[in-house]
């Protein structure tokens, strides 16, 4: 897999902790399914797998440490919090690579738009000291995506790309000018949850109770009509509704960040985002989802959590 133009990326938000699983998806997932997932990943060629310290609360980056990342790409996260100290980030990234037993990460991003001259700048020493291969940031604005290349630029480093939240329902960064940018500057735009943490899945198919259930089940059965154009799109490729959802960003060279804890999710994923939706099928799937203008995530979602600068 190219890592400069990778076809999908394995979430795995949702690996892990039997909690998180039950209380947020409905269902936990045991570790021997899970590890199967992994190795699916592997045989499909879906190599690159999208982490964070708080993934899974915690278990979710020690869990792959377990599987062997000899053969993976690791994309890990900076998340900060709280006031700036010095060597910060050193001390998180140390504590990532035991977990993923490894000498290097290969794509590191910047979590969030906080104290971003001061994270980035030890972001840097780290990719000089070759233990990062690749720089990313995600969850900033276009304004602090130009700053951060600024930054980069000037250390002469490029910047790899920007992971924000954008799917079919949620398309504002495209709408804003971030996405082109991206394109135009050749940087990579990862889209962390394509089916809006399950919600833009079947609606056909019995979830079993959980947070997003509770909180969401209303605004998902006013995207009756979006399902049902999905469904059609979906026949005329031989793809399920999910796989519309992922298709959708692959046919616009948008890189889907999936979750994945299944082995059937890779299979989906992977023969998903082979298929290439036409302008016109990409047109009319926009102009439902625009129309019925329904929201589950917020595309800046963690804005909340950025510490404002001085
Ligand atoms: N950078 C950031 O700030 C940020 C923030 C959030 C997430 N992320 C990344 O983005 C990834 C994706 O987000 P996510 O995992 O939270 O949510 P997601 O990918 O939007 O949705 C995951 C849900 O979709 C279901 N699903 C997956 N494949 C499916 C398929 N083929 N058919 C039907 N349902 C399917 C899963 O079902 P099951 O419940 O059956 O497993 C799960 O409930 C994360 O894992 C993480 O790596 C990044």
Not at 24 to 52: M, N, P, Y
Not at 137 to 155: G, H, M, P, Q, R
Request: glycine letters at 8%; aromatic letters at 10%.
């Amino acid at each position: 897999m190219d890592i400069l133009k990778p076809s999908a990326v394995v979430g795995t938000n949702s690996w892990g902790s039997a909690t998180y699983g039950k209380m947020l998806r409905g269902e936990s997932v045991g570790v021997d399914t899970i590890r199967a997932c992994f190795e699916r990943a592997k045989e499909k060629g879906l190599l690159i797998f999208d982490l964070a310290q708080d993934y899974g609360l915690g278990k979710a980056q020690k869990m792959i440490g377990e599987f062997g990342t000899e053969d993976v790409i690791i994309s890990a996260k900076f998340t900060p919090t709280g006031s700036y100290k010095s060597g910060q980030v050193r001390k998180s990234f140390e504590k990532d690579l035991q977990d993923f037993n490894r000498d290097y990460v290969d794509i590191y991003w910047l979590h969030l738009p906080s104290d971003i001259e001061a994270n980035l700048s030890e972001i840097i020493d780290l990719y000089k000291e070759g233990k990062i291969k690749h720089i990313g940031i995600s969850n900033f604005t276009l304004e602090e995506c130009v700053k951060a290349k600024a930054i980069l630029d000037k250390a002469g480093i490029p910047l790899y790309g920007v992971q924000n939240h954008y799917s079919l329902i949620n398309r504002e960064w495209e709408k804003n000018g971030l996405v082109d940018w991206c394109f135009r500057n050749g940087i990579s735009f990862w889209a962390w949850a394509v089916l809006e943490e399950g919600m833009l899945t079947d609606p056909k198919v019995k979830t079993k109770m959980s947070l997003m259930k509770l909180m969401f089940n209303r605004k998902k059965r006013k995207l009756h009509s979006l399902y049902q154009l999905m469904e059609k799109v979906g026949e005329a490729h031989g793809i399920t509704i999910p796989q519309v959802a992922m298709a959708f960003c692959a046919s616009k060279g948008i890189v889907p960040v999936c979750g994945c804890r299944k082995p059937y999710q890779v299979d989906q994923l992977q023969d998903a985002v082979s298929v290439c939706l036409s302008d016109s099928e990409i047109k009319s799937l926009e102009n439902e989802a625009d129309k019925l203008n329904v929201k589950i995530l917020g595309a800046d979602m963690f804005r909340f959590a950025v510490k404002k600068s001085k």
